[in-house]
T-cell receptor, first 112, second 116 residues
Framework: KAGVTQTPRYLIKTRGQQVTLSCSPI?????VSWYQQTPGQGLQFLFE?????QRNKGNFPGRFSGRQFSNSRSEMNVSTLELGDSALYLC???WGRGQPQHFGDGTRLSIL | SQQGEEDPQALSIQEGENATMNCSYK?????LQWYRQNSGRGLVHLIL?????REKHSGRLRVTLDTSKKSSSLLITASRAADTASYFC????????????????FGKGTKLSVKP
């Protein structure tokens, strides 16, 4: 069974630009969550989606947004990029709340 | 904000030795999970222990949970060089009515180095 796929693996952007990251969950999983990982703050929760609805959101500014499609694939968007947005962005899918989450290898975003 | 706090931050052992990592957390939880992360990769789920469980085993892994002390430990027995990685505990926080809030809260991790 294929795992969680995140594209692209690496991305370099400049301040002020916007970026869209993509996540394809494990087949059958309808829950998708996004996390940001940085050396300073560690792993922080961004969003949780289930059946195209955002059910929970972490403490991030409105520049961070996301959505989920009917096939459970998810995208997250960051607008007006700042240097501090440089991070590894991880997507995870699961059968639902309270279940183990299965992570992709992430998208490494670097802001110049 | 981080809820879980792992201890120690780094651990270096020889192959064949046991490795113990501890995790403390602050609020009521639905379950607690342990994950492993190899450098530059995503997280791999290791084991999930529910709030009404006290101990769980999976292969060479043993996890304990003490909800009265809000702490957990992960024991890896007979460690191998391939166990070298960062290990994270993650809590699944609980609403007042008992349901899962749907987001995992991670600690900063323990970096384990197993020397051959």
């Amino acid at each position: 069974k294929a795992g969680v796929t995140q594209t692209p693996r690496y991305l370099i952007k400049t301040r002020g630009q916007q970026v869209t990251l993509s996540c394809s969950p494990i087949s059958g999983h309808r829950s998708v969550s996004w996390y940001q990982q940085t050396p300073g703050q560690g792993l922080q929760f961004l969003f949780e989606y289930f059946s195209e609805t955002q059910r929970n959101k972490g403490n991030f500014p409105g520049r961070f947004s996301g959505r989920q499609f009917s096939n459970s694939r998810s995208e997250m968007n960051v607008s007006t990029l700042e240097l501090g947005d440089s991070a590894l962005y991880l997507c995870a899918s699961s059968w639902g709340r309270g279940q183990p989450q299965h992570f992709g290898d992430g998208t490494r975003l670097s802001i110049l | 904000s981080q809820q879980g706090e792992e201890d120690p931050q780094a651990l270096s052992i020889q192959e064949g030795e046991n490795a113990t990592m501890n995790c403390s957390y602050k609020t009521s939880i639905n379950n607690l999970q342990w994950y492993r992360q190899n450098s530059g990769r995503g997280l791999v789920h290791l084991i999930l222990i529910r709030s009404n469980e006290r101990e769980k085993h999976s292969g060479r892994l043993r996890v304990t949970l003490d909800t009265s002390k809000k702490s957990s430990s992960l024991l890896i027995t007979a460690s191998r060089a391939a166990d070298t990685a960062s290990y994270f505990c993650a809590t699944d926080p609980q609403f007042d009515y008992g349901g899962s809030q749907g987001n995992l809260i991670f600690g900063k991790g323990t970096k384990l180095s197993v020397k051959p």
